[in-house]
């Protein structure tokens, strides 16, 4: 029997117990900084790393050991030359361009399937179909007592709603982390609770896994009386 040695391990259990919480704790201050920072350099040197040995041969000896200056100066080229392809286009001799391009991709064997994968994603979470996931909804999926989140797309009753034999609403139940894959469900209208969430904070919630819960009800502005 060693009673005496329990009080002195005790503290020395707690001590480790503080330092692993501050320890975790400041792991999770500085997760998205750290984030943030490798996407920042990530995108910089994806895009003026690609195009920085295009001209760097050009620059004065004194001036090409910068290499992260001219990697940033590149992306903002990129970044505009980007821009200016999205203002043409807006117009019938880029969209005309742009056919001829999507055309060549789309006979490259593997690579045309997974552009237009990506062409179709893109599509519908783009601003043309920003009124597509306009109401947030909770459907019980997979089993019944269990509630998961989900965009109320459509109310069109079309053949697979009318061989049904009762109005059938249209939901897409989205995957977390990424939103991008889900499934469509088409469920009875009284199964679907409507809710006042925004799509944006749904979309939060999802990605976040349910760490991050919006407020409710949400906080209203603050009422001004005019004098």
């Known amino acids: 029997m060693k009673p005496a040695t329990a009080p002195a ?3 020395s259990q707690s001590r480790l117990i503080a330092f692993r919480n501050a320890f975790l704790s400041g792991a999770l201050l500085l997760a998205p900084l750290i984030v943030t920072i490798w996407a920042i350099r990530t995108i910089i040197d994806v895009g003026g790393g690609t195009f920085r040995p295009l001209y760097e041969q050009h620059l004065p000896d004194a001036l090409q050991g910068i290499s992260l200056l001219w990697d940033i100066v590149a992306t903002g080229v990129v ?30 064997p593997a690579v045309g399937a997974v552009y237009n994968s990506v062409k179709q994603i893109v599509a519908t979470f783009g601003p043309q179909n920003r009124n597509l996931f ?94």
């Open 79 to 108: 970044f505009l030359l980007v821009t200016g392809l999205g203002y043409l286009s807006n117009y019938v001799f880029g969209k005309y361009f742009l056919s001829i391009g999507e055309r060549a991709i789309q006979r490259i």
């Open 134 to 227: 306009n109401t947030v909804v909770l459907i019980e999926y997979p089993r019944a007592g269990c509630w998961t989140l989900g965009f109320l797309t459509n109310k069109a009753q079309g053949e697979a709603q009318a061989r049904l034999g009762f109005e059938a609403w249209t939901v897409f139940v989205p995957t977390t982390p990424n939103p991008t894959g889900g499934f469509l469900l088409m469920l009875p209208r009284t199964a679907i609770v409507e809710l006042e969430m925004s799509v944006g904070d749904a979309m939060k919630m999802i990605i976040s896994g349910g760490a991050m819960v919006p407020s409710w009800p949400p906080a209203k502005p603050p009422v001004t009386i005019a004098l």
């Open 9 to 11: 391990d005790a503290p």
